[in-house]
């Protein structure tokens, strides 16, 4: 490799040539973060003028830290439309360091398999300085192995652990109970669930908002309406098709964008143009609903916004903060189309 | 922090207790490359009952290598409907690399800012072993100055430069020439392209395409039925709701899913029912149009394959492979709904 090294222009040697002290060239030149806007400019213009080069070697040898976050998360295998894997989480994540030193391991995990082990190498190999876990279990395996480690990590997701843990959630009761409610709204009175698997939390947490608004609504929730399995297009435009086609629904709430193309696609097949007549709500981490044409109630978050909290959650108990303080909870926004 | 760290377990000692060499024992626990499955079980159930942990830091000094790849994308701000950013592309990178110790830093960039002093900063800095680029121009900048470092880079899509380089294309000419052949099959004859900016690569070659299959089906290109700008649903439904009122276009093709997606909300609120009769083609990273409802021919490349490849090529690189051998062009598959 030919690419030339600068001389040894360190933070010490610039700070003498400014006079200034080395914690204030290092904050400058790291992020400005308790420095004067002039002071970060005058400093970055004096250290390209010496060619200072940053290193992170020396950084990593002085603090111990990896410079490294792994993220375990449910990585597609095919790049599907909105939430049908945590690749907006992933560019969130990224976003957030991008301001920073720190670099990403995506570790793929599915929801069934819970990679204890691989949790537990990051942990006794120091392979990074934090981690983030997604598809998290009510009795997560992995969260009780990071308490006890006392390791850095934040999760997507609430456990049912009596630990206080770091974690970012969306409000899926209330996004479920939203979406219902604005059915309901519109009139709509058999109005089919069509979610995820019951064995994870916010799955159970929907379930409840969608029953608490039938409930205000003087209306009993139907089983024969609940549907629970692995979301997939295809699964949800069989359902629909028999439910619509045989007047037993008239409306449909989805669990993400998927789960809503193949419900339409289903509901279109079966009855034609009497698909106006059918309601459409779904949680939604993409601005889909405005190209699909027809009136969709979408509980919205974006899932680059979770990516960037959950981030910045694992970058404040790196930097030291209380793992209790590191939650954050948010709502969705109902925009209708 | 608690975690307990394990005695000085090293590559040495398991391969003194197993007696076999110490390349035999650093090849099983890496990536089994040129050992039988077998003695790659052997020599993992030896290191776990011996209680080794792996830990970059030594590889690092040892080998002066970062273990971090910087990957410069367009990572949009908000998620959307396929190829609208590199998001497909981090997710490919990321899953081939999950099985290496290799990180990734994500840095956002635009098509317009080509951030070369970023990209020097890298390699002065040795903040990364290689780098992959995405937005790439004819003369691009940065591809320069790569090449005179003589630092491992890959690039989405080539350049126009004589210096070879190491690359990943589709072949976009040949995609836009199956998506137009498709449309002229159809019996459609005014065929519309609205495409991206004529400043980047792929944009032109798409252009030859187009041109092509309508030249071999007799018709001669009619310039007021061709569109460049930064590709957006928003433009591409003023446009198509513009062509098909007027009966001035009778079929669209698309550089991405969220130009056809636009299209189609425009034709579909200009003409209703007549969108049947129009035909629409696309460039897609995605299975979008099984959902779509409608006929649509797809020209079809996953974007996570592209991330994969593109890691896959940088990795050879760093390994000591020949730039120019680094090269790969696939085709598209033509996939009609």
Same mark, same amino acid.
């Given at each position: 490799?030919?690419?030339?090294?600068?001389?040894?222009?360190?933070?010490?040697?610039?700070?003498?040539?400014?006079?200034?002290?080395?914690?204030?060239?290092?904050?400058?030149?790291?992020?400005?973060?308790?420095?004067?806007?002039?002071?970060?400019?005058?400093?970055?213009?004096?250290?390209?003028?010496?060619?200072?080069?940053?290193?992170?070697?020396?950084?990593? *040898?002085?603090?111990?830290?990896? /410079?490294?976050?792994?993220?375990?998360?449910?990585?597609?295998?095919?790049?599907?439309?909105?939430?049908?894997?945590?690749?907006?989480?992933?560019?969130?994540?990224?976003?957030?360091?991008?301001?920073?030193?720190?670099?990403?391991?995506?570790?793929?995990?599915?929801?069934?398999?819970?990679?204890?082990?691989?949790?537990?190498?990051?942990?006794?190999?120091?392979?990074?300085?934090?981690?983030?876990?997604?598809?998290?279990?009510?009795?997560?395996?992995?969260?009780?192995?990071?308490?006890?480690?006392?390791?850095? /990590?934040?999760? /997507?997701?609430?456990?049912? *652990?009596?630990?206080?843990?770091?974690?970012?959630?969306?409000?899926?009761?209330?996004?479920?109970?939203?979406?219902?409610?604005?059915?309901?709204?519109?009139?709509?009175?058999?109005?089919?669930?069509?979610?995820?698997?019951?064995?994870?939390?916010?799955?159970?947490?929907?379930?409840?908002?969608?029953?608490?608004?039938?409930?205000?609504?003087?209306?009993?929730?139907?089983?024969?309406?609940?549907?629970?399995?692995?979301?997939?297009?295809?699964?949800?435009?069989?359902?629909?098709?028999?439910?619509?086609?045989?007047?037993?629904?008239?409306?449909?709430?989805?669990?993400?964008?998927?789960?809503?193309?193949?419900?339409?696609?289903?509901?279109?097949?079966?009855?034609?143009?009497?698909?106006?007549?059918?309601?459409?709500?779904?949680?939604?981490?993409?601005?889909?609903?405005?190209?699909?044409?027809?009136?969709?109630?979408?509980?919205? /978050?974006?899932?680059?916004?979770?990516?960037?909290?959950?981030?910045?959650?694992?970058?404040?108990?790196?930097?030291?903060?209380?793992?209790?303080?590191?939650?954050?909870?948010?709502?969705?926004? *109902?925009?209708?189309?």
């Amino acid at each position: 490799m030919s690419a030339k090294r600068s001389p040894a222009v360190t933070l010490k040697s610039i700070a003498a040539e400014m006079g200034v002290s080395v914690t204030t060239v290092a904050r400058a030149l790291k992020d400005g973060d308790r420095i004067s806007p002039e002071m970060v400019d005058r400093v970055r213009a004096t250290a390209t003028r010496m060619g200072y080069v940053r290193n992170l070697e020396g950084a990593r *040898l002085r603090t111990g830290k990896t /410079f490294v976050i792994m993220a375990f998360l449910g990585l597609s295998p095919e790049e599907e439309v909105g939430d049908s894997g945590s690749v907006g989480l992933l560019n969130g994540i990224h976003a957030r360091l991008a301001s920073t030193d720190y670099a990403v391991r995506a570790v793929p995990v599915s929801a069934a398999e819970q990679s204890l082990d691989r949790v537990r190498d990051v942990v006794q190999g120091r392979l990074a300085d934090g981690i983030v876990l997604d598809h998290i279990g009510l009795q997560d395996e992995r969260v009780k192995y990071l308490l006890e480690a006392d390791f850095p /990590f934040v999760t /997507f997701g609430r456990t049912e *652990l009596l630990s206080a843990h770091s974690w970012f959630d969306i409000d899926n009761e209330h996004a479920a109970w939203q979406g219902t409610d604005a059915l309901l709204r519109d009139g709509h009175r058999r109005i089919a669930l069509i979610d995820g698997d019951m064995g994870q939390t916010f799955v159970r947490q929907r379930l409840r908002g969608y029953e608490r608004a039938l409930s205000e609504h003087g209306l009993s929730p139907d089983p024969a309406l609940r549907f629970h399995a692995e979301p997939s297009a295809e699964a949800a435009r069989g359902i629909a098709a028999d439910l619509a086609g045989e007047n037993r629904a008239d409306a449909f709430l989805c669990v993400n964008e998927m789960v809503l193309l193949g419900a339409r696609a289903g509901v279109r097949a079966r009855i034609g143009a009497g698909i106006d007549g059918i309601g459409f709500a779904m949680r939604a981490g993409t601005n889909l609903a405005s190209y699909v044409g027809g009136r969709i109630h979408a509980s919205h /978050f974006s899932r680059r916004q979770s990516g960037w909290e959950l981030a910045d959650l694992l970058l404040r108990q790196i930097g030291g903060a209380d793992r209790a303080s590191c939650q954050k909870l948010v709502r969705t926004d *109902l925009v209708t189309t």
